[in-house]
């Protein structure tokens, strides 16, 4: 059992920047792939950034290209988003998932979830 938890959230200017952070419970680093998703109020979850286990590569919704950035630290396990030039369309709830399989956008192989941090991005 792998617990997640986000945090780094909160209420930011549309165009600045936010870091969040995914603290696992244990060394994940090698095991599990990671990725992050949002939920926006209205919407369905959908998929922002994914990593390989390893955090060799990395693949992104094509809303976030660009702008956001995933990483990973072996020593730690813990998987960052590096969010830049935030828009309003980015508020949203986001979550941390692990997954055992290859790294995806199908948030169906993720195992593991967070309880997700909120961002909200002020115009």
């Known amino acids: 059992q792998v617990q997640l938890v986000e945090s780094g959230g909160g209420l930011v200017q549309a165009g600045n920047s936010l870091r969040l952070s995914c603290a696992p419970s244990g060394h994940t680093f090698g095991k599990y792939s990671m990725g992050w998703f949002r939920q926006a109020p209205g919407k369905q979850r959908e998929f922002v950034a994914c990593i390989t286990r390893d955090g060799g590569r990395t693949y992104y919704a094509n809303s976030v290209k660009g702008r956001f950035t995933i990483s990973g630290d072996s020593a730690t396990s813990a998987v960052y988003l590096q969010m830049n030039s935030l828009e309003s369309e980015d508020t949203a709830v986001y979550y941390c998932?692990?997954?055992?399989?290859?790294?995806?956008?199908?948030?169906?192989?993720?195992?593991?979830w967070g309880r997700g941090t909120q961002v909200t991005v002020s115009s």
């Open positions: 998932a692990a997954s055992p399989g290859y790294y995806t956008q199908d948030e169906g192989a993720y195992v593991y």
